[in-house]
C-alpha cells in the first residue's frame, strides 16, 4: 500500500499564501509523479499541479505565475507554494501520486493513482 498524508491547509484573506505538503509512506516500490488535485463543491475534481521524478512540471492555466509545486523525492514528498490566494481557490486540496506498491520482495504492483484525504483551503474576500 500506498499512503498519503496532506497538510497545511486552512483560511486565508485573499492575497495570502499558503503551502501544503503531501508525504508518501508505506510499501513504495516506484513513484513517477505526485501532485495536487482540487475540488470546489458541486464541482468536478480537476488537476492543480503536477510534477515527475525528472521535476518536469505542469500547471492548471487558472493557478500559472501564482502556484508552484516541487518535490523532494528522496522523502517522497511533494509541496505546493499557493500565493496570490483567491476566493476561486477555495476548494478541498487532494494529493495525488501514481505509483508502484511493493506486493512481494522484488515484485510491484501496477500503475495505479493513489490519493490522500484531502485538505480544506479556504479564501475569503
Known amino acids: 500500500q500506498v499512503q498519503l498524508v496532506e497538510s497545511g491547509g486552512g483560511l486565508v484573506q485573499a492575497g495570502g499564501s499558503l503551502r501544503l505538503s503531501c508525504a508518501a509512506s508505506?510499501?513504495?516500490?516506484?513513484?513517477?509523479?505526485m501532485g495536487w488535485y482540487r475540488q470546489a463543491p458541486g464541482k468536478q475534481r480537476e488537476l492543480v499541479a503536477s510534477i515527475t521524478r525528472g521535476d518536469r512540471t505542469n500547471y492548471a492555466d487558472s493557478v500559472k505565475g501564482r502556484f508552484t509545486i516541487s518535490a523532494d523525492n528522496a522523502r517522497n514528498t511533494v509541496y505546493l507554494q499557493m500565493n496570490s490566494l483567491q476566493p476561486e481557490d477555495t476548494a478541498v486540496y487532494y494529493c495525488?501520486?501514481?505509483?508502484?506498491?511493493?506486493?512481494?520482495?522484488?515484485?510491484?504492483?501496477?500503475?495505479?493513482?493513489?490519493w490522500g484525504q484531502g485538505t480544506q483551503v479556504t479564501v475569503s474576500s
Open positions: 508505506g510499501s513504495i516500490f516506484s513513484i513517477n509523479s
Open positions: 495525488n501520486a501514481q505509483a508502484r506498491a511493493t506486493i512481494s520482495p522484488y515484485t510491484p504492483g501496477p500503475w495505479r493513482d493513489y
